[in-house]
């Protein structure tokens, strides 16, 4: 089992900067893929970033890039994810979720996720 807690999440005004931060216990990560996801009001949750923990390789959805930026701490169990520069259509529950790693990317499933933490980017 591994559990998962976000935090960092709150209001901020749109073109601010925030950094999530999403912190791991229960196994060691070595062998796992970890992701953050968002889920605005009315919409399906999308795929924001994930990382390989062992290696720190990582893939973004494609409009992801540019203003998100994933990290992770070996040493402390967290991953981070940082966002620059934001937009209203920022505002969202963000979430945090491991599994498996697999090669393929799109194989991975997320057997775990964190409660989630709410972002609201005010205009």
């Known amino acids: 089992q591994v559990q998962l807690v976000e935090s960092g999440g709150g209001l901020v005004q749109a073109g601010g900067l925030l950094r999530l931060s999403c912190a791991a216990s229960g196994r060691t990560l070595g062998n796992y893929a970890m992701g953050w996801f968002r889920q605005a009001p009315g919409k399906e949750r999308e795929f924001v970033v994930a990382?390989?923990?062992?290696?720190?390789?990582?893939y973004y959805a494609g409009s992801m890039k540019g203003r998100f930026t994933i990290s992770r701490d070996y040493a402390k169990n967290t991953m981070y994810l940082q966002v620059t520069s934001l937009k209203p259509e920022d505002t969202a529950v963000y979430y945090c979720?491991?599994?498996?790693?697999?090669?393929?990317?799109?194989?991975?499933?997320?057997?775990?996720w964190g409660q989630g933490t709410q972002v609201t980017v005010s205009s």
């Open positions: 990382l390989k923990w062992s290696t720190g390789i990582t």
């Open positions: 979720a491991a599994g498996v790693s697999r090669e393929n990317w799109f194989a991975i499933n997320y057997d775990y």
